[in-house]
T-cell receptor
Framework: DQQVKQNSPSLSVQEGRISILNCDYTNSMFDYFLWYKKYPAEGPTFLISISSIKDKNEDGRFTVFLNKSAKHLSLHIVPSQPGDSAVYFCAASDKTSYDKVIFGPGTSLSVIP | KAGVTQTPRYLIKTRGQQVTLSCSPISGHRSVSWYQQTPGQGLQFLFEYFSETQRNKGNFPGRFSGRQFSNSRSEMNVSTLELGDSALYLC?????????????FGPGTRLTVT
């Protein structure tokens, strides 16, 4: 069973507009969440994280929102740039499982110039 | 500062063989984690080593093993290869133990089992 879900395999957005990538989880013990970006032929790159004690974390053009009651998080990219075209992975972990990390299947974002 | 390096980058093996993959972490990083990426299962955590000891393990069979040396370099071994082991194997290094330390990934080793 998938504990971390990214239900949109792909997303296309116009340059300059907002990109919203969604992630749902089932394990209520998850207390730390991360987003990674991956370009082809490269390893993932850490983007941003959020602890369950917060509901929002911002870093430049990237903002992650966490809705614990809905077990949902989202990554907002504003404004979107062509260089943001990549696969985005949501990941989650919980301290009680020694921080074993579970990744979602990824969403492929295409930013159209 | 040099990034995480993985060798070899590509590998073709036959079912039943064994394989060893290598990962050199960023200088000063003491933790190395290994992941398997496949189209069907996505990115899955294999194990994490810190100070030469395995500290955490994912849900993989015992055919998957690893070790870490005193210089923090790590190797991963897969014995009795199966077709389903064909995947991209990624390693990541970080300063400390656990996912709450930022992980830096290498480019991966693409393993094909025929």
């Amino acid at each position: 069973d998938q504990q971390v879900k990214q239900n949109s395999p792909s997303l296309s957005v116009q340059e300059g507009r907002i990109s919203i990538l969604n992630c749902d989880y089932t394990n209520s013990m998850f207390d730390y969440f991360l987003w990674y970006k991956k370009y082809p032929a490269e390893g993932p790159t850490f983007l941003i994280s959020i602890s369950s004690i917060k509901d929002k974390n911002e870093d430049g053009r990237f903002t992650v929102f966490l809705n614990k009651s809905a077990k949902h998080l989202s990554l907002h990219i504003v404004p979107s740039q062509p260089g943001d075209s990549a696969v985005y992975f949501c990941a989650a972990s919980d301290k009680t499982s020694y921080d074993k990390v579970i990744f979602g299947p990824g969403t492929s974002l295409s930013v159209i110039p | 500062k040099a990034g995480v390096t993985q060798t070899p980058r590509y590998l073709i093996k036959t079912r039943g063989q064994q394989v060893t993959l290598s990962c050199s972490p960023i200088s000063g990083h003491r933790s190395v984690s290994w992941y398997q990426q496949t189209p069907g299962q996505g990115l899955q955590f294999l194990f994490e080593y810190f100070s030469e000891t395995q500290r955490n393990k994912g849900n993989f069979p015992g055919r998957f093993s690893g070790r870490q040396f005193s210089n923090s370099r790590s190797e991963m071994n897969v014995s009795t290869l199966e077709l389903g082991d064909s995947a991209l194997y990624l390693c990541a290094s970080s300063l400390g133990l656990g996912i709450r330390y930022e992980q830096y990934f290498g480019p991966g080793t693409r393993l094909t089992v025929t």
